[in-house]
């Protein structure tokens, strides 16, 4: 994500989205009422044939839709504005998507957290996402997943053959390279490839690395080369790692909660009015609130701006995963506590 411009006094804020997970974060800070500027098409009668135009246009947003699966985010509203004017019928519903490398405007009264996740998102897309060796028993390949694409590094070979007095040796020597390189980097890896050269990596890595190991994700692909590579993306293998890692640190944050409620520890606050006791005591580490709640009620929203404003971690929970899910259950708001305040001990 970039963001190009931000006027905290009139609200506008244009952005660009690189990637599907700031598509992702988008949609979790927009909302109805938002004002989104974008290119789009309407269509446009000549006599009895429709054609479609090309404009520029401002919706006033009435719902937001987004779609993992098709890589684009809908915010569907009525025109307040637009040019050319001759194409634009102000007052019609129409729907403005927005795709991976789109540039928009949103002009809206933001909350600090919004902001703040947006400036989060626009830190995250500058560091490695997840890295990837494709490879057979030639060579691998290694590259980065940035928000803005990939990356090729390095290329590791093996100096032996099958032929060698001292094959085994070799494919241990190559094997530990690459092992090197996973070593090197605290990111997550997808290691993928034809054959048996990916299998018996695996194998080496489960007895010599045995901790590193645990960061790989293993996959299949066609070729240790650039196609290699775009296979996996086409498959979306990727994306579901990365999507993996925050839906395990939400669910991790959901189970702490749980545990703690069970426990009766008074370490935890959920629904509401509990909450909010906890944040006026400034008691809240992690702020947990359902993304749907958080757009439909003031209150929850008053609560995020105050626990934003004493330093708490606000962690939003998508509604659509299982940790949201469990949340639900929980009064769609909860915080895990620094501290134990009046009326919940035991």
């Known amino acids: 994500m970039k963001i190009i411009h931000f006027d905290p006094y009139s609200g506008e804020l244009k952005v660009v989205a690189d990637t599907v997970d700031d598509l992702w974060h988008l949609d979790k800070v927009l909302g109805p009422g938002s004002r989104v500027e974008g290119h789009t098409t309407r269509s446009y009668k000549v006599g009895k044939k429709e054609e479609k135009k090309h404009v520029f246009i401002t919706v006033e947003a009435e719902r937001i839709e987004f779609s993992k699966s098709l890589n684009r985010l809908r915010i569907l509203g009525k025109i307040i504005a637009g040019n050319p004017e001759e194409f634009v019928q102000l007052g019609k519903h129409h729907t403005i998507e927005v795709s991976p490398g789109d540039k928009i405007k949103i002009i809206q009264d933001w909350k600090s957290h919004q902001i703040k996740r947006l400036k989060e998102a626009e830190k995250e897309s500058k560091r490695p996402k997840i890295r990837i060796i494709v490879l057979d028993d030639e060579k691998a390949l290694t590259a980065i997943v940035m928000s803005f694409g990939i990356e090729y590094g390095p290329e590791i070979y093996s100096t032996t053959s099958k032929k060698d007095e001292k094959h085994e040796e070799g494919e241990r020597q190559y094997y530990g390279n690459i092992a090197a390189e996973i070593e090197r980097h605290p990111e997550r890896y997808v290691v993928a490839g034809p054959g048996f050269t990916r299998d018996n990596l695996k194998k080496f890595m489960e007895q010599r690395y045995p901790d590193v190991g645990k960061r790989i994700i293993w996959e299949t692909c066609s070729y240790a080369e650039r196609a290699g590579v775009n296979e996996l993306l086409k498959k979306g293998v990727l994306e579901k790692v990365m999507g993996e890692e925050r839906i395990e640190r939400e ?96």
């Open 251 to 346: 669910m991790r944050l959901v189970e702490e909660l749980i545990a703690e409620i069970h426990r009766d520890s008074g370490m935890a606050a959920y629904g509401i009015d509990e909450v909010k006791k906890a944040a006026d005591a400034f008691a809240i580490k992690q702020l947990l609130v359902l993304d749907e709640f958080l757009r439909s009620d003031p209150a929850a929203e008053a609560l995020v701006e105050q626990a934003d404003a004493a330093k708490a971690e606000v962690v939003i929970i998508s509604s659509e995963e299982e940790p949201g899910m469990k949340l639900k259950g929980f009064g769609k708001i909860a915080a895990i506590l620094k501290f134990k305040i009046r009326g919940q001990e035991r």
